[in-house]
């Protein structure tokens, strides 16, 4: 059985940094790319960053210089360093494998989802 855990959220200040964590059980997603996404209440779910096997990534333009997505393909494990947080980043955060070695920005190209991580930035 595939299973994500993601880990790492909680309340942070405005500026602050928080560390996000995704780690996979249940088979080895190495070949496939590996996603981040959000969602805000009232909002649908957005695309905020992708990252291959080869570890390249993508970002959403919203997070460009402040987030750096990574991952331990020995581990089964992706990180998402978040730093220079705003209020507008709240939300809660979804790890995501896709269906490809591709990282697509829609929901649509993930199969296999985490239960979420909330994250709360005051301002």
């Known amino acids: 059985q595939v299973q994500l855990v993601e880990s790492g959220g909680g309340l942070v200040q405005a500026g602050g940094s928080l560390r996000l964590s995704c780690a996979a059980s249940?088979?080895?997603?190495?070949?496939?790319?590996m996603g981040w996404f959000r969602q805000a209440p009232g909002k649908e779910r957005e695309f905020v960053a992708g990252?291959?096997?080869?570890?390249?990534?993508h970002y959403a333009g919203s997070v460009k210089g402040r987030f750096t997505l990574s991952r331990d393909n020995a581990k089964n494990t992706v990180h998402l360093q978040m730093n220079s947080l705003k209020p507008e980043d709240t939300a809660v955060y979804y790890c995501?494998?896709?269906?490809?070695?591709?990282?697509?920005?829609?929901?649509?190209?993930?199969?296999?989802w985490g239960q979420g991580t909330q994250v709360t930035v005051s301002s």
């Open positions: 995501a494998v896709s269906s490809s070695s591709w990282v697509v920005t829609g929901p649509w190209g993930y199969n296999y």
């Open positions: 249940g088979a080895t997603f190495s070949s496939y790319a």
């Open positions: 990252i291959r096997s080869n570890s390249n990534t």
